[in-house]
């Protein structure tokens, strides 16, 4: 089943990290969205961004894909220099973007044709991708009708089965189940769980502490644009217990990391109007 | 318990949108494209300042000449100019402001009543209104010099046919909206109201061309019009000019009825917003039996192209088959040309004592049609949407992107000035080959000269656009004015080039000086695409920001 979104990432020797950033800054103005940030994801690894809203998430997200210059500091994806190489590492990423990236305007089959040959895969190669792609994703039944139509848990879909139709080695996924129903949601983990198997490496953002905790072998915290926490589920855990093997969820871990921060806003029991 | 908060009157209520529509222009500005965008819009006020003006002197003389001079029926004409005005005028540029719904206040608890309110003072928030009031001022000023004693009669005209007007607008802009939420109505109508608004233009030609016997069938059919609006807003002073007071009290009585009538129909609509009607654009479901997709056809031509530029190329077709606005632009140059070639060089061949043969007609015709057809490429990616973000995140240079684009763009000139060319030659002839080849080679350096600007322009200025929408769809202010003053260059030194010709008295110089011109501009473009791919790098952001809302 999709074989070929994991041919890639098998083909290659597998460097030591598959995404590496040293002192990452993207300056707003005054403002520091992201601040020297060292990165390291290895590769094959399923890594979780996690943050507070405004911490800084997407902005990384966007410069570690292209859709953002960083101010300062270097990305380097599969030890290739994003900045010095930009074609040759985007040709390594897929990306499902915030807002998800599609032309509205063509049909799912021809968005996946689009997409294929942006990435340089021939015809053929393109439609019987396409043609997988679309039945695995449930989509096949509605060849005529164009993306605008579609509800929005059925563009998510679209847009990672673009995302992985040129066998990334790298997926980026902003918020990818955002808005997707329980059916829906189940076919996109599948997938992303067999290609992690395969050796992919999928960074992954989301709210949803549950989703990143079940899916996530690795976890990074950003608040106010710095790197917080960083490692294994286990190694967080125990970062915070004191001991391994503790049965804490990483919404408490979470918590604990972010709300240390937070530690000297007014903690309110109730709000005055409300009593 | 919570504490209950007081309940705010309609007026107060009204009075806290208008705070948060000046919030939100003012907050607007913050943004550096947004406020070369008003620096834009700043120009063209002024311009359609002068406009309004120069017509409200002519709305002033006019009704001081029909008052003073007797002519007192004339006066139906200057109402039923301004009602037009102000009725269709928000149809073809709804633009400004219209970003904005009203109806989203609705989850706040407004009354019935200041939601009506909101509605209603909206319908003065926009150019057609206020350059209509202005108007309708300077009938006043006019009214007032010509004969002071019908000033009280022109006042209540005045009052009631501005809320009549400010009403209908309101109630038929609101049917529009109630019938164009559906993506297929809205491109539906789009379509048929560019036609409608194409064919208008043939009325001319085809009616008698006699201004005296236009004059006289229009005041034949006047009695047919009566009834309406515009009418009884010129009977109410005409009546009061000529002391016949019954007949303006029954002016009065008429425009009154519609003015209730509008406004009950208005009320109805705006109560079933009020109880919530739902306009949204629920996906399609889902057809029970399952169809294959078919295999996209092979374009043999577009094999010639890099892949990433065919898969462009394929895409822009696709964009541009599927927005029935574009292509109803793409119909509009051989519809004027055909126009103008029956009004000037087919059945009028004298213009202002000039003869417009081919070899005048024809480089006219076609400057012309390229200024229409180069207009999108100041605007690029204005329907790329979110798609944009594919741009930037695989492995193509943006030069791709321009190459595909702009080649799109000189098949659609070469389809359109092919054809052109064609019914140009069987209707009025060939120009002389000197003109002929003149002009083909100043084309090329009009359109690959202007291109690269273009293409800075989309970067820079751009502005997202919705497929099938007529409200809020203009191009960046700042993009226009550079469209504007780049084609006056382009324009004016073509017309020089083609002036040394006839001064110098050989013919062929400018085709020659055209085709260096031509080439240099050609090299020009190549040379430009890397640079612009650099310059695309640093307005990711600005781009992304525009399309991606």
């Not at chain 1, 300056?27 to 940030?37: E, K, S, T, Y």
């Not at chain 1, 859709?67 to 990423?93: C, H, M, W, Y």
């Not at chain 2, 001079?69 to 004339?74: F, K, M, Q, S, V």
């Not at chain 2, 209104?129 to 000023?141: E, I």
Request: glycine share 8%.
């Amino acid at each position: 089943m999709l074989e070929f979104c994991c041919q890639l990432a098998l083909a290659h020797t597998m460097p030591d990290f598959a995404i590496c950033t040293e002192k990452l800054t993207r300056r707003f103005g005054n403002l520091i969205a992201v601040d020297h940030m060292d990165l390291q994801v290895a590769a094959g690894q399923f890594f979780g961004f996690l943050g507070p809203n405004g911490a800084g998430k997407s902005t990384t997200i966007k410069m570690l894909t292209g859709l953002l210059a960083p101010t300062s500091g270097s990305i380097k994806l599969l030890n290739i220099d994003f900045a010095a190489n930009p074609v040759e590492a985007k040709r390594q990423i897929g990306v499902v973007p915030e807002g998800m990236g599609l032309f509205e305007r063509l049909t799912a089959a021809e968005y996946l044709h689009f997409v294929g040959q942006m990435y340089g895969l021939d015809r053929n190669a393109t439609q019987r991708r396409s043609e997988e792609l679309l039945e695995f994703m449930q989509l096949a039944d509605r060849p005529k009708t164009i993306i605008a139509d579609y509800s929005h848990g059925m563009q998510k879909k679209l847009a990672l089965a673009a995302a992985v139709i040129h066998g990334p080695r790298i997926l980026f996924l902003d918020e990818p189940f955002e808005g997707v129903d329980a059916l829906a949601s189940r076919t996109l983990k599948a997938l992303l769980s067999k290609m992690t198997e395969r050796g992919v490496t999928i960074f992954l953002t989301s709210h949803v502490m549950e989703i990143v905790e079940r899916l996530c072998s690795h976890v990074a915290i950003i608040d106010k644009g710095c790197l917080v926490a960083q490692g294994s589920l286990e190694e967080l855990r125990a970062g915070i217990s004191g001991e391994t093997g503790s049965k804490t969820t990483l919404e408490q871990i979470f918590l604990s990391i972010v709300g240390e921060s937070g530690a000297a806003r007014p903690q309110l029991e109730e709000l005055s109007w409300l009593k | 318990m919570a504490e209950m908060t007081p309940s705010l009157n309609s007026i107060q209520q009204v009075r806290l949108v208008a705070g948060l529509r000046w919030r939100i222009l003012r907050n607007s500005l913050r943004n550096k494209n947004k406020m070369f965008d008003l620096i834009g819009l700043f120009f063209a006020g002024i311009f359609s300042g002068v406009l309004v003006l120069g017509l409200a002197f002519a709305f002033y003389s006019g009704t001081h000449y029909f008052l003073s001079g007797g002519r007192t029926r004339g006066l139906v004409f200057l109402f039923w100019a301004i009602f037009l005005f102000w009725q269709f005028f928000p149809i073809f540029v709804a633009g400004f402001g219209g970003s904005f719904e009203f109806r989203t206040l609705l989850r706040f608890p407004f009354s019935m009543r200041a939601f009506y309110l909101l509605g209603l003072a909206y319908g003065f928030a926009n150019f057609s209104a206020l350059a209509s009031l202005s108007w309708l001022f300077a009938m006043t000023l006019g009214a007032a010099a010509a004969m002071p004693r019908v000033l009280p009669a022109m006042l209540a005209a005045v009052a009631l046919f501005v809320l009549m007007n400010v009403t209908l607008e309101r109630l038929t802009g609101s049917w529009l909206e109630h019938i164009l939420a559906r993506r297929r109505s809205r491109e539906f109508f789009v379509g048929f109201f560019l036609l409608a608004m194409i064919s208008l233009q043939f009325l001319g030609p085809l009616t008698d061309r006699s201004l005296n016997s236009r004059y006289s069938s229009v005041l034949r059919t006047l009695p047919y019009f009566a009834p309406f609006p515009p009418s009884l807003a010129g009977r109410i002073i005409a009546g009061a000019a000529r002391h016949e007071y019954a007949d303006a009290f029954l002016g009065i009585a008429g425009l009154t009825l519609f003015v209730f009538l509008f406004s009950a129909l208005l009320w109805r609509r705006f109560a079933a917003q009020y109880r919530g009607e739902e306009w949204s654009e629920a996906p399609s479901p889902a057809p029970a039996s399952r169809i294959h997709a078919k295999k996209a056809p092979e374009r043999d031509a577009l094999r010639l192209l890099s892949p990433q530029v065919a898969a462009f190329v394929s895409k822009e077709f696709r964009y541009v088959t599927r927005n029935g606005f574009a292509l109803l632009l793409l119909a509009m140059p051989l519809t004027l040309m055909v126009l103008f070639t029956s009004q000037f060089a087919s059945r009028h061949p004298h213009v202002g004592g000039i003869a417009l043969g081919a070899d005048l007609f024809f480089p006219a015709m076609m400057g012309y049609l390229i200024l229409i057809l180069m207009a999108p490429s100041y605007n690029n990616f204005a329907y790329e949407g979110r798609g944009i973000q594919t741009y930037f995140t695989a492995p193509i240079r943006f030069r791709e992107v321009f190459l595909a684009k702009n080649l799109m763009l000189v098949v659609i000139l070469v389809a359109e000035l092919s054809l052109s060319i064609t019914v140009l030659a069987i209707w009025i002839g060939v120009p002389s080959p000197p003109f002929f080849f003149a002009t083909l080679a100043a084309i090329i350096f009009f359109v690959a000269g202007q291109l690269p600007i273009a293409n800075w322009s989309s970067l820079c200025f751009p502005r997202k656009l919705e497929f099938g929408s007529l409200r809020g769809q203009r191009n960046s202010g700042v993009a226009v004015w550079i469209m504007f003053a780049v084609q006056i260059v382009f324009g004016g030194a073509c017309a020089l080039v083609l002036s040394i010709g006839r001064w110098t008295g050989n013919f062929w110089l400018p085709a020659e000086i055209f085709a260096v011109l031509a080439a240099a501009a050609i090299g020009g473009y190549f040379a430009s695409l890397d640079a612009l791919s650099h310059v695309a790098e640093k307005k990711k952001e600005v781009l992304t920001e525009a399309l991606c809302r």
